[in-house]
């Protein structure tokens, strides 16, 4: 059973910085996609960043030259690098990963960023 084991949330202070990682297993298969989306209270879930095998990393407006998405060495790894954070980043942040026309979610990470 594949399973995506999202970690590193928590309470930060706006301006600082905050390190999401994302696990994954249970696949021989390496993901084609994989991606961080977030959900604010009372909002729908938005993608923040996406980073495909091989093709071109997207970031959402809100977030571009301040977050950065980065796969790591192990298979099936991403990462999330989130400096200069605002109040406005705080949310759930979930792990998405796709291959081969199936999705998976891991079940999030929640971040507060208040002082």
């Known amino acids: 059973q594949v399973q995506l084991v999202e970690s590193g949330g928590g309470l930060v202070q706006p301006g600082g910085s905050l390190r999401l990682s994302c696990a994954g297993s249970?696949?021989?298969?390496?993901?084609?996609?994989m991606a961080w989306y977030r959900q604010a209270a009372g909002k729908a879930r938005e993608l923040v960043a996406s980073?495909?095998?091989?093709?071109?990393?997207y970031y959402a407006d809100s977030v571009k030259g301040r977050f950065t998405i980065s796969r790591g060495n192990a298979r099936n790894t991403v990462y999330l690098q989130m400096n200069s954070v605002k109040p406005e980043d705080t949310a759930v942040y979930y792990c998405?990963?796709?291959?081969?026309?199936?999705?998976?979610w891991g079940k999030g990470a929640v971040v507060t960023v208040s002082s």
């Open positions: 998405y990963a796709a291959n081969v026309g199936i999705v998976y």
């Open positions: 249970g696949t021989i298969f390496s993901f084609n996609v």
């Open positions: 980073i495909p095998s091989g093709g071109i990393i």
